[in-house]
């Protein structure tokens, strides 16, 4: 009934399902996903797009209150139903029913019919610098084509592939899929995370010259240094429960 | 004439933002231009001190965009830098960021831009309203940055922000560069650097003592010529003029070539 979306404006969340589901059971299925992929939503804005359901003021108030408490701010909401639509607009500045018609536009020419499910097998091309402070977030897997400054945050349903340097912080199967992998032709990410599990320091220990830009390295060390990050391009997964690390070599 | 906007921002406060603006500025007009150094943080301002020109501000840029004054009997002329013609833009000391938007910070630099050749406008610290201000007028953007790892982190931060706002590519500025502590390897490298944030050098400029007595005196460094740091900011004049001036990474002196004097 809740279907988590990507797009190239952002993370659509949409509320399918036939018009007789009620919307608490719609709110028990979306706040189930919150509480499974934190990593993914915290902190993240979203469009909701509930549709054609007939829904009152009141019930929209109640999908982003579930949203806010999880710390994911309604960018807009998508309505059919005109009823629905002119509650959206009567209600206050959270709800810009207008970008969000927009952003409804823009996702149905990048997302064309294929919808239900977890579109996981969607992946966002991105080429350029991904600088601090910048974040990308996306439902399947995320292709960098550029270096990730630290600073940075990637986050992804999926898989993340750098074609470059990764120093910033990486999520990989943010949406709960352990069998999601990083790739980076420089794997020293900050904090890099698949599903669940987290790893500090991804490190180069190859490069403990002494010199002032192993400061850059190794900024955010800490003492538990799971496996040695590389210069050379590498791959992390999940391998018993813990991320494992394995240089590429090209034969 | 329509002259050119450049703010010069660096996230991180402390790096040399109204020194630098102050120094290419006075440099600019020593080349012969018609410049205005505009100080764009409200509440704190500073750029007056380090010209040298606090007892002589009357009006200010809020009294004008309040309709107090005409924007012409809010600039200071600055006499020092003949041959060209260098005025300074204050402003408030009593207000804060919320004096001006950035539609009038762009009104104001049209007015400006009119008259004279270039524009500096002394960004704030920080990535809040005082840069959006500053950054609404911009043509060009110089980002400061520090050989120290949290300077750097905030510039990326901020030529990222410039980017996203169609304000791009900003031109970085490497203050403070020490030659001796970068071969020591004490300090980050201007190559660390680049590597790092992927963006065009307009100017490297090395540490100077001379540069904290000029800022207490209100006597920017290129006015009395010839320190390390006054000549890397003529450089960086000289680059914005559009002429061909190489960038090259200053080196530490051996025991031998301070011997001879040779520079």
Same mark, same amino acid.
């Given at each position: 009934m809740v279907t988590i979306k990507g797009s190239r404006s952002g993370v659509v969340i949409v509320f399918n399902?036939?018009?007789?589901?009620?919307l608490a059971a719609k709110l028990g299925e979306l706040e189930a996903r919150l509480v499974a992929s934190p990593g993914f939503f915290r902190g993240s804005e979203v469009v909701v797009d509930v549709r054609d359901a007939a829904l009152e003021a009141e019930d929209l108030k109640r999908i982003v209150a579930l949203l806010e408490t999880y710390d994911v701010r309604v960018g807009g909401v998508l309505a059919q139903n005109e009823r629905t639509l002119q509650n959206a607009l009567s209600?206050?500045?959270?709800?810009q029913p207008a970008k969000g018609r927009k952003s409804l536009k823009r996702a149905e020419e990048e997302t064309?019919?294929?919808?239900?499910?977890?579109?996981?097998e969607e992946t966002l091309f991105v080429e350029r610098r991904i600088r601090s402070g910048q974040v990308l977030r996306h439902p399947g897997n995320i292709v960098v084509r550029g270096d990730v400054s630290p600073g940075a945050q990637i986050i992804a349903g999926g898989s993340i592939v750098v074609w470059g340097r990764l120093r910033g912080d990486v999520h990989a199967g943010?949406?709960?899929?352990?069998?999601a992998v990083v790739c980076a032709l420089e794997l020293s990410p900050v904090l890099l995370k698949i599903a669940d599990v987290v790893s500090w320091h991804?490190?180069?220990?190859?490069?403990?010259?002494?010199?002032?830009?192993r400061w850059l390295r190794?900024?955010?060390?800490?003492?538990?240094?799971?496996s040695p990050a590389t210069a050379e391009p590498s791959i992390a997964r999940l391998v018993n429960g813990e991320i494992v690390v394995t240089v590429w070599h090209c034969r | 004439m329509a002259g050119t906007v450049i703010t010069i921002t660096s996230g991180?406060?402390?790096?040399g933002k109204t020194t630098t603006t102050a120094n290419i500025g006075t440099a600019l007009a020593l080349l012969g231009q018609k410049v205005v150094v505009f100080d764009?943080?409200?509440?704190? !301002?500073?750029l007056d001190i380090v010209m040298g020109l606090e007892n002589r501000v009357v009006y200010d840029v809020i009294d004008f965009v309040e309709g107090r004054c005409r924007l012409r009997q809010a600039l200071v002329r600055?006499?020092?830098?003949?041959?060209g013609e260098l005025y300074l833009l204050p402003t408030a000391q009593? !207000?804060?960021?919320?004096?001006?938007?950035p539609r009038q910070m762009v009104e104001v630099c049209e007015e400006l831009r009119r008259d004279v050749d270039y524009i500096l406008i002394d960004s704030p610290a920080g990535i809040e309203q005082g840069f959006q201000n500053a950054l609404a007028p911009a043509d060009r953007v110089f980002v400061v940055t520090n050989p120290e790892v949290s300077s750097i982190r905030d510039a990326d931060r901020v030529i990222g922000l410039i980017e996203a706002r169609g304000k791009g590519p900003a031109q970085l500025i490497i203050n403070r560069l020490s030659p001796a502590r970068v071969k020591k390897q004490e300090m980050l490298s201007v190559q660390d650097i680049v590597e790092v944030l992927a963006t065009e050098v307009i100017g490297i400029v090395p540490e100077d003592e001379a540069i904290l007595s000029s800022s207490n005196r209100g006597v920017p460094v290129v006015l009395n010529g010839k320190t390390p740091a006054a000549q890397a900011f003529q450089d960086i004049a000289r680059r914005v003029l559009g002429q061909d001036v190489p960038v090259v990474e200053p080196q530490s002196l051996s025991w031998w070539q301070k011997l001879l004097g040779i520079s």
């Open positions: 399902g036939s018009p007789s589901d009620s209600l206050d500045v959270a709800l064309p019919a294929r919808e239900e499910g977890l579109s996981v943010a949406l709960g899929n352990r069998a991804h490190r180069n220990a190859s490069t403990s010259t002494g010199k002032p830009r190794e900024l955010f060390s800490s003492a538990s240094s799971v | 991180k406060g402390g790096v764009g943080d409200v509440g704190l !301002r500073n600055d006499k020092r830098a003949a041959p009593t !207000r804060d960021k919320s004096a001006i938007n």
